[in-house]
């Protein structure tokens, strides 16, 4: 497999789409290109962006991706501007094909099970990796935006695909106000889509999640007033009095997302110490326009459910994306696998910026794929889909790194 990777960051989205192609299949002396994953911020023009990339590869060369709030790159880290970065891909053989399920937001659960059913699993298959539409509905500034649920969508996939596949994948965003998103569907831009690629043959997929949260405190609460995805009571008490008192005051009413609270599930030991790998947290899109309750990212907390509050802790985040990169191409070498093409999807909340931290967290996952010399394509994204805790989960507030190898024998460039 050969793969290069390329980048721009300039409001002329033809300019753009056609210099990060042509990147690309320079660096990974790629001459008939079979494929491209691309990620744009969403303010930039998609279908010129898209036109871009195809006057280059070839409009046959399916593309996809779509919307992102910022990109990465072995050298390249964006967030400002028009970022764009795109992963330009050679087979040596045939090792993926692809599949769209529209009408996402009309029922995720069957956008699923449709997109297994198109992809027509074989013995073969290695790994499934997706991207949907997370916004439904925009949100506004008097309110957060109603958003289509991961854990649906992976319920639809679960029930007709192979169990020991695992899915990895992205919920979408383009911006951090959750304006609406835009998805490369092969040759073609859409919206409210499901794109699945499942990888088969010779690909072995290796992945890790960084974490960034801490428990507040040992403290427990009970969910006793919900409905989908909001939040209105815990313990019996209303969840913005609870969230004022944390806080001190009612300045985090006006945060959408919330910048330093999520809810947390602790599916480890309960009064065991805190595991970073034993949580699974929501991110607290904000108060709802009644100021009733709250909204979180995914509608999968259930009434009674035991949560706590959680914490962004800088250094925690900073420490897990270090510690789980070196971990895991230090997995692939000890399996005698070459790494041949990393996907880093990243939480757009774990930004220096949204997280006041002293550095780019995503920083370490760059240096350590340069230390091996993998190249590698990163995003910003809304939910990030990766195995944890024997299943696949939509995560919030995670970094979900993905290593594609293969046997030595494997040439590569990029």
């Not at 300039?10 to 660096?27: C, I, K, P, W, Y």
């Not at 969508?153 to 609406?180: C, H, N, T």
């Not at 690909?203 to 999640?209: A, E, G, T």
Request: proline content about 5%.
């Amino acid at each position: 497999m050969l793969v290069g990777i390329g980048c721009s960051n300039t409001e002329d989205a033809f300019l753009s789409g056609r210099r990060a192609a042509g990147q690309a299949m320079e660096r990974g002396a790629v001459s008939n290109a079979h494929c491209v994953l691309a990620f744009c911020h969403g303010q930039l023009n998609h279908e010129e962006f898209l036109h871009g990339i195809h006057s280059l590869v070839g409009n046959g060369v399916p593309v996809l991706g779509g919307s992102a709030i910022g990109v990465i790159t072995n050298h390249f880290l964006s967030y400002e501007g028009h970022p764009a970065a795109v992963a330009v891909f050679q087979w040596e053989f045939s090792c993926c094909r692809f599949e769209v399920s529209e009408g996402l937001h009309l029922d995720e659960r069957r956008a699923g099970s449709q997109l297994v059913r198109c992809l027509e699993p074989q013995s073969t298959d290695r790994l499934m990796l997706i991207f949907y539409d997370s916004i439904r509905i925009p949100g506004t500034l008097s309110g957060p935006p109603s958003l289509n649920a991961s854990s649906l969508v992976l319920q639809g996939i679960e029930q007709l695909l192979d169990p020991r596949i695992p899915v990895v994948g992205a919920g979408l965003v383009g911006d951090y106000g959750f304006g609406p998103v835009r998805q490369f569907c092969g040759s073609r831009v859409s919206s409210q889509a499901l794109v699945g690629m499942m990888f088969s043959g010779e690909i072995i997929p290796y992945c890790r999640v960084m974490h960034g949260c801490t428990p507040l405190d040992g403290r427990y609460h009970v969910i006793t007033a919900m409905e989908g995805s909001s939040v209105f009571e815990l313990d019996g008490r209303p969840v913005v009095e609870r969230i004022d008192e944390i806080y001190g005051n009612r300045q985090w009413r006006l945060q959408h997302p919330v910048n330093l609270l999520a809810l947390g599930v602790n599916h480890g030991e309960k009064w065991g110490p805190a595991r970073e790998f034993d949580y699974v947290s929501r991110l607290i899109t904000g108060i709802l326009p009644d100021g009733s309750g709250i909204s979180l990212f995914e509608p999968d907390l259930l009434l009674g459910a035991e949560v706590q509050f959680m914490i962004r802790d800088n250094a925690t985040m900073i420490e897990s994306a270090r510690k789980n990169s070196q971990e895991l191409m230090e997995a692939v070498r000890r399996d005698g696998k070459r790494p041949l093409f990393a996907l880093y999807i990243d939480c757009a909340g774990r930004t220096a910026a949204c997280c006041n931290a002293p550095a780019e967290e995503a920083r370490e996952v760059q240096e350590c794929l340069n230390r091996y010399g993998v190249p590698l394509l990163g995003f910003y994204s809304g939910v990030e889909i990766a195995p944890l805790l024997r299943r696949s989960r939509g995560l919030d507030w995670t970094g979900v790194l993905l290593v594609l190898a293969g046997d030595e024998g494997n040439g590569n460039t990029g």
